[in-house]
C-alpha cells in the first residue's frame, strides 16, 4: 500500500503561514520513513493528513489511489502519549479494537494473548489498569490495541519522546522487530536525529511546512543502539540532519 501526497496544504483558521505548503511525499509499501523536524515544522500535520484525522486546505492524500477522506482501520495511529481507555484492564482495551474489527468472541481471548507476546507482555499484564503500568509498558499496550485493528499502515507521532532514554530504545527495538516481522508499512515522526538515522529507510526533513530534503539512509542494517556511532554513514547523516535542522554539531 503506497501513500502518497500531491501538493498537499493545510492553513489552520487565523493563521498567516500554512501549517504545511504543496507537500509532495511517495511512502512505498512495506518502508519505513521518519519525518524529522522542529518544533512547528508541519510534521504531525502531515502524518494526522495522512492518516485522515486532519483535511488538506488543498492538494490531496491518496492511499493505494484512493483519496484519504477519514480515518481507516488499515491506517493505525499511535500517539506521544497513549490513548488507552483508563477505566479499562488492558485486555479490555484491545478487546475494544477487535469488536471495531468485527472479530468474533470465541477468537478475542487468543488474540489478545498473542498481541501481548507480541509487544513483549506478560499475560497477566493485560488484567492491570493503564494506571498501574509503566510509560514503557503502557506504550506497548497502546501499541497492541493499535495492531488489535491489524491495520496495513502504522503512524507514530513521536511514541517514545516522553519515555527515559533506556526505555526509548526498548522501544525501538521493538518497533523494528515489528516491521522487520509483519512487512507493514511505518511513518514515524520524531525531533530527534539519533532516533530518525536508528530507524528510518528515507529520513524527510520538513522546515516551515516545506519539504526541504530526502534522505536516502545510508547506514546499514541492522542497527544496534550500542554501536549504531560506528556503523558506515552513520556521522555524515547526522551531522547532515543537524546542519538541516540548525543544530550545532560537536561530533
Known amino acids: 500500500m503506497t501513500?502518497?501526497?500531491?501538493?498537499?496544504?493545510?492553513r489552520f483558521p487565523g493563521t498567516t503561514r500554512a501549517a504545511l505548503h504543496e507537500v509532495d511525499l511517495t511512502v512505498p509499501d512495506g518502508s519505513f520513513t521518519v519525518l524529522v523536524g522542529a518544533s512547528g515544522s508541519g510534521k504531525s500535520t502531515l502524518l494526522h493528513a495522512v492518516a485522515g484525522?486532519?483535511?488538506p486546505t488543498a492538494g490531496s492524500v491518496l492511499d493505494n489511489g484512493r483519496q484519504v477522506a477519514g480515518p481507516d482501520p488499515r491506517r493505525g495511529m499511535a500517539f506521544q502519549r497513549d490513548v488507552l481507555f483508563p477505566w479499562m484492564s488492558v485486555a479490555d482495551n484491545i478487546e475494544f479494537a477487535l469488536i471495531a474489527g468485527d472479530v468474533q468472541r470465541s477468537e478475542r481471548g487468543r488474540r489478545i494473548a498473542e498481541l501481548l507476546d507480541v509487544v513483549g507482555?506478560?499475560?497477566?499484564?493485560g488484567r492491570q489498569r493503564p494506571s498501574e503500568l509503566s510509560g514503557g509498558m503502557r506504550q506497548r499496550a497502546g501499541i497492541a490495541r493499535m495492531l488489535a485493528g491489524d491495520p496495513d499502515v502504522l503512524l507514530m507521532d513521536e511514541p517514545f519522546?516522553?519515555?527515559d532514554a533506556l526505555t526509548r530504545l526498548r522501544m525501538q527495538d521493538l518497533i523494528l522487530d515489528l516491521w522487520a516481522r509483519s512487512g507493514r508499512t511505518v511513518v514515524f515522526v520524531t525531533h530527534d536525529v539519533?532516533?530518525?538515522?536508528?530507524?528510518?529507510d528515507t529520513i524527510v526533513v520538513l522546515h516551515r511546512g516545506r519539504i526541504i530534503e530526502r534522505i536516502d539512509n545510508p547506514v546499514p542494517r541492522p542497527r544496534p543502539a550500542d554501536v549504531l556511532a560506528d556503523l558506515p554513514?552513520?556521522?555524515?547523516?547526522?551531522?547532515?540532519?543537524?546542519?538541516l535542522l540548525g543544530v550545532a554539531d560537536h561530533v
Open 3 to 10: 501513500i502518497t501526497t500531491r501538493d498537499l496544504t493545510v
Open 194 to 200: 539519533d532516533e530518525a538515522v536508528r530507524l528510518a
Open 53 to 55: 484525522l486532519q483535511s
Open 233 to 243: 554513514g552513520y556521522l555524515d547523516t547526522r551531522r547532515t540532519l543537524h546542519h
Open 161 to 163: 519522546a516522553a519515555l
Open 121 to 125: 507482555l506478560a499475560p497477566d499484564v
